[in-house]
Each structure stands twice: as structure tokens, then as C-alpha cells.
């Protein structure tokens, strides 16, 4: 009988866990987390979901998402995963995947796990600046510290309306990726759609050796 009663808690457990909507964090750190998420289709191929994470806890953190995408019927049709790197005190990051089933997709769900960084945040040694055109955004970075930064990219998500029609993912380092001390770099992205954008969100992600 208390086996029985066990088996039971445990399935109630599991139906309650998978029947929430709500995003799940795994830590506290995750609680200390402001989530924008963005997704839109592209040119009936696949689908983006992109996630913008500010960290608004006193420590620089490292952050992984899973992302579950759902049918209307709440079926789950596809899942990814990604990560970013010491995100600063104030920093906004960006996170991403794409989905191939564009078509059966109504919503998606994620789960957030979030730890304290062993790596230092690039808020601030890396300054940014960015033009925008009626077709790009042009970027850049300049590292104004004293230590080479690592895998340094900004992420951009294209509005028209309110709504996300284009995502681009802007690198900011050089062959062996990494943006020198002392030194400026610049690239651009550009918005395949007719529509074009009225604005355009960013994201700043990067990473320096303590």
C-alpha cells in the first residue's frame, strides 16, 4: 500500500511538472534573470526563438536554455539548447535555436539553468556602437581593457511592427576569435526581407580570462 501511495505521488508530481507553462528555473541565480524572447519564420524554411536574458543579480553568471517548442494541442514537435557565457551585472545577452518543423509550431517553453561565472564579464572593457541602415546594422566593438577578449558577437533581432522578422548573429573577433586589447572591430548584419525593420534589438556577449 505505501508503494502504491508513492507511485502515486511521484505521477502527480511529474503530470504537475509537465503541464506548467511557466518557465522553470533551475537555481536561484535564475530568478535574477529578465527574459525577452523573440521568434518569427523565415521564408517557410524554419522558424527562430531567441531569447534575450539581463542579469540583474550582482554577480556574472553563465547561462543554458532548453527550449521545448509545442503543437496547439501542447505536443511537444521540438526541442534545442544553447548557452552564453559570463553575463555581467546589467548585461543583456542573447540565447537561440532554430526549429525545422516551422509549420506545427504554436508556442514554445523553456527552462533556464543559471551559475556564477568563472569568467569575467565584458561590460565593461568592451564598448559598442552600431549604425542603422535601411537594410543592416553595422557594429562595433572596441576593447578598451587590458585583456584580450574571447568570443565576443552581439545578436540582433529585427523589428517591424513589434514583431521579430529577422535574427542575425554578429562576430566581433578576429581569426583566432578574439577582439585584442586595445583594439576596434567591426561587422555587420544584413535583413533578408522585403519588409525591411523600423527597429532593431541587441544583445552583447563575450567572455575575458580572470
Same mark, same amino acid.
Given at each position: ?52 536574458? /539581463? !542579469? #540583474?543579480? *550582482? @554577480?556574472?553568471? +553563465? ?9 496547439? %494541442? $501542447?505536443? =511537444? &514537435? ?63 566593438? /572596441? !576593447? #578598451?581593457? *587590458? @585583456?584580450?577578449? +574571447? ?9 517591424? %511592427? $513589434?514583431? =521579430? &522578422? ?45
Amino acid at each position: 500500500m505505501k508503494r502504491l501511495l508513492l507511485l502515486l505521488i511521484v505521477l502527480t508530481l511529474l503530470l504537475t511538472a509537465c503541464s506548467s507553462v511557466e518557465p522553470t528555473p533551475t537555481s536561484n541565480l535564475a530568478e535574477s534573470l529578465e527574459v525577452k524572447d523573440y521568434s518569427c519564420v523565415i521564408d517557410e524554411q524554419f522558424a527562430y526563438y531567441v531569447a534575450f536574458v /539581463t !542579469n #540583474t543579480a *550582482d @554577480k556574472t553568471v +553563465d547561462v543554458e536554455i532548453n527550449i521545448t517548442a509545442k503543437d496547439a %494541442d $501542447g505536443k =511537444m &514537435v521540438g526541442s534545442g539548447d544553447d548557452q552564453v557565457l559570463a553575463v555581467g551585472s546589467g548585461q543583456t545577452s542573447g540565447l537561440w535555436t532554430t526549429f525545422d518543423d516551422w509549420r506545427s509550431i504554436d508556442s514554445f517553453d523553456y527552462v533556464l539553468n543559471v551559475k556564477e561565472s568563472s569568467y569575467q564579464s565584458i561590460k565593461d572593457s568592451v564598448s559598442f556602437e552600431h549604425e542603422e541602415r535601411s537594410d543592416r546594422v553595422v557594429i562595433s566593438a /572596441t !576593447n #578598451t581593457g *587590458d @585583456k584580450d577578449a +574571447d568570443y565576443v558577437w552581439v545578436d540582433v533581432v529585427f523589428l517591424k %511592427d $513589434g514583431e =521579430m &522578422v529577422n535574427f542575425h548573429e554578429i562576430m566581433l573577433t578576429n581569426s583566432d576569435s578574439v577582439l585584442p586589447a586595445g583594439q576596434t572591430l567591426t561587422g555587420e548584419g544584413e535583413i533578408y526581407s522585403q519588409e525591411g525593420f523600423d527597429e532593431a534589438m541587441y544583445a552583447y556577449n563575450g567572455r575575458i580570462h580572470k
